[in-house]
T-cell receptor, first 112, second 112 residues
């Protein structure tokens, strides 16, 4: 199975700046997801995306976050105005054939 | 989603078989049991999924007793590269819309 590719692998941004995290999950899959993991903590669900629409989102996914699939292949997570507490690993995932999830390698976001 | 309980950590020597048990007393009829592996600074990786009895793949085996209130992930002849966090998840994976809920997992340390 082709893996999910995320870019960049590491991004440093100043507090208040907008960041866009990108994921290439390969086409022909229906469900895509974003998860995050703050250092030393659990992997947390942010949002699921189905048929170019948000399917479900957690309480973490507030108005500062948005997701898009602008060209049918790339899948992006935008954080409009980053806060220090947004520093984390962000993982993109896609649905597998048995409803398991295949995760990317992650983007380490550091907000300074 | 059913609550799961796993040991926080385990140690093993190289070449030994490792068994990680997960308790899920309130598992529902339609729930499946799925295990993921996570290396530091990487996304979780699907290992194995089962419903009842025994499932085996090239990586691991999953033993599920008849009452399904627990499950055991078995890793044969572990090596140093199996050092990782292992997560047990229980849920009704009938669609990709079900977000994964990760606990703290079991941190396995393999010692030479």
């Amino acid at each position: 199975e082709p893996e999910v590719t995320q870019t960049p692998s590491h991004q440093v941004t100043q507090m208040g700046q907008e960041v866009i995290l990108r994921c290439v999950p390969i086409s022909n899959h229906l469900y895509f997801y974003w998860y995050r993991q703050i250092l030393g903590q659990k992997v947390e669900f942010l949002v699921s995306f189905y048929n170019n629409e948000i399917s479900e989102k957690s309480e973490i996914f507030d108005d500062q976050f948005s997701v898009e699939r602008p060209d049918g292949s790339n899948f992006t997570l935008k954080i409009r105005s980053t806060k220090l507490e947004d520093s984390a690993m962000y993982f993109c995932a896609r649905e597998g054939p048995a409803t398991e999830a295949f995760f990317g390698q992650g983007t380490r976001l550091t907000v300074v | 989603l059913a609550k799961t309980t796993q040991p926080i950590s385990m140690d093993s020597y190289e070449g030994q078989e490792v068994n990680i048990t997960c308790s899920h007393n309130n598992i529902a009829t339609n729930d499946y049991i799925t295990w993921y592996q996570q290396f530091p600074s990487q996304g979780p990786r699907f290992i194995i999924q089962g419903y009842k009895t025994k499932v085996t793949n090239e990586v691991a085996s999953l033993f599920i007793p008849a009452d399904r209130k627990s499950s055991t992930l078995s890793l044969p002849r572990v090596s140093l590269s199996d050092t990782a966090v292992y997560y047990c998840l229980v849920g009704e994976w009938n669609s990709g819309n079900t977000p994964l809920v990760f606990g703290k997992g079991t941190r396995l340390s393999v010692i030479a």
